[in-house]
Every structure is written in structure tokens, then in C-alpha cells.
């Protein structure tokens, strides 16, 4: 039996990716975009200064980061990959300022989702937790070693191949600490960089998310796996100068495959 999915996102191509190959194959009945911060291109004092900027980040690595640049971590190079692949049909959409409003859940709870699904965004509460029977969640790293932000470059400057991947996992209040659904390991190379590792990692998840949810409509069985260790948790603030220069140091001598 097909089950009615709500997909919650941001409006970006290699997050739209997921929503345009779920669509596909999968009864998607809406979409909720939350509100993503986008940091703005020239850096003035005021920016600094601004509540966006302080609750992310802090200045010396602000720097370091706009340094290595989105390009180059993957996010931007992702869209331009994926833009192009997308066939988003006529779903239903909703633009949202505050996605944990209760505004915003009592319109998800409208469309009677058996499934909601989130890819990104901010800390979920309770409304979002609890808005349908299954709240599942997509991280970009292998869970708990890597939660947080940008898990597959901090796993790529570690070298930790076998933590570069994606965790499918129940949401819950836990900053990427829901109990485990499954969770993918792209095949990588040598010469891989964290640009192509992500668009691995989001053709290999979405492909990991759309199987899951096929498989769970013919049996309505999950096996979960507990989050024990408490792993790494990163954060914006903790890409410094010195992970810039081990980013540089693994990009001269490869990735060890």
C-alpha cells in the first residue's frame, strides 16, 4: 500500500534532487521547504555583527571557511551537478518562515502523512517529531562518529573512509541521534575531494531513502540500531586554519582508498 509522504527540505538543487527522484517513485504529497540561511556575498561589519551570523559561527573560522569556499566542500558544486537532473512535478509546496510553527504543523497534519521525511534544516521540535506515525531523517555522515555539520568534509580531513557516507535514521530531539534505519558507504577514489564525495553521498542516500520507504509500505517493518557512542558532533565553528591546512595536506596526498 502506498503511503502518503510529506517531505520536509530546503530549496536547493541537491536537496530538491530527493524530493524529484522520490516523486518518482513514491506517493510524495507535499513539500515543506524551510528557510535557508544564505550567507551573503559581501562580508560587512554589520554582518558580523548579526544574530545569523553569532549563532553560527565565529570569526577566525568564518574566514578559514570562505577560504576553502562552498565549492569546494561540496554544497555549491552539488547543484550545479543535480540542477539539471531535476523533474520536480506539480506538488504541493510551502515556503516557510518557522518550520517548527504550529502554523506550519497543522498544515503537514492536513495532508495525513504516513511518512514524513526531512533532509536538513534546523533543530526539529516536538510538533515536527510527532506530526505523523514515521518522522525519518538524512544526515551526510555516518552516525554518531560524524554528526553535525559538513560530516564528510571533517571525515575526509581525518581520513576516516569508512565515516564518509549517509545515516538514515527516526528523528528525534538529538542533533543527528535518532535511532539508525541504514545507512550507505559510496564506493570512492583516489582522487576523490569532499565536492565529489557529496554528490556521492546524496545519489547514494536518496537511492538508500526510496528503497527503505518501498520496502516499509510491503511490511510496515523497521529495524532500528541505537546510537550508543556518542562519536564526533561538529560544528561551523569548528573548521579553524588548522583544519584548512589538513584539507590541503589530504588533497596533496590523496585519499587513501
Known amino acids: 500500500m502506498n503511503k502518503n509522504i510529506v517531505i520536509i527540505t ?9 524530493v524529484s527522484e522520490m516523486a518518482k517513485k513514491l506517493n510524495v504529497v507535499s513539500v515543506f521547504y524551510f528557510k535557508v540561511w544564505k550567507r551573503p556575498t559581501l562580508r560587512t561589519l554589520e554582518y558580523f555583527k548579526s544574530k545569523e551570523f553569532r549563532s553560527r559561527n565565529k570569526l577566525s573560522p568564518s574566514i578559514a571557511y570562505d577560504i576553502l569556499g562552498e565549492n569546494n566542500i561540496g554544497y555549491n558544486y552539488a547543484d550545479e551537478i543535480f540542477k539539471s537532473k531535476l523533474k520536480l512535478k506539480s506538488i504541493p509546496a510551502y515556503h516557510c518562515e518557522d518550520i517548527n510553527s504550529e502554523e506550519v504543523i497543522e498544515k503537514i497534519k492536513e495532508f495525513r502523512p504516513d511518512i514524513v521525511f526531512c533532509h536538513g534544516g534546523p533543530i526539529y521540535e516536538e510538533g515536527i517529531i510527532n506530526c ?20 564528510h568534509l571533517f571525515a575526509y580531513i581525518d581520513g576516516s573512509k569508512y565515516d564518509i557516507g549517509g545515516t538514515l535514521m527516526k528523528l528525534n530531539s538529538k ?10 558507504r559510496p564506493t570512492l577514489k583516489h582522487s576523490d575531494t569532499p565536492k565529489e564525495i557529496f554528490v556521492k553521498i546524496m545519489e547514494s ?12 509500505q510491503n511490511n510496515n517493518e523497521i529495524k532500528l540500531e541505537k546510537q550508543i557512542d556518542k562519536g564526533k558532533y561538529t560544528k561551523n565553528s569548528d573548521f579553524n586554519f588548522n583544519k584548512l591546512l589538513k584539507y590541503y595536506y589530504r588533497r596533496f596526498v590523496g585519499f587513501k582508498i
Open 205 to 216: 542516500g536518496c537511492s538508500l531513502v526510496i528503497d527503505f520507504i518501498e520496502n516499509y
Open 132 to 151: 505523523a506515525p514515521l518522522v525519518i531523517n538524512f544526515h551526510s555522515g555516518i552516525s554518531p562518529n560524524y554528526r553535525g555539520a559538513h560530516s
Open 10 to 18: 530546503g530549496n536547493k538543487p541537491h536537496m530538491n534532487y530527493f
Open 175 to 184: 542533533i543527528d541521534g535518532g535511532d539508525i534505519i541504514r545507512q550507505c
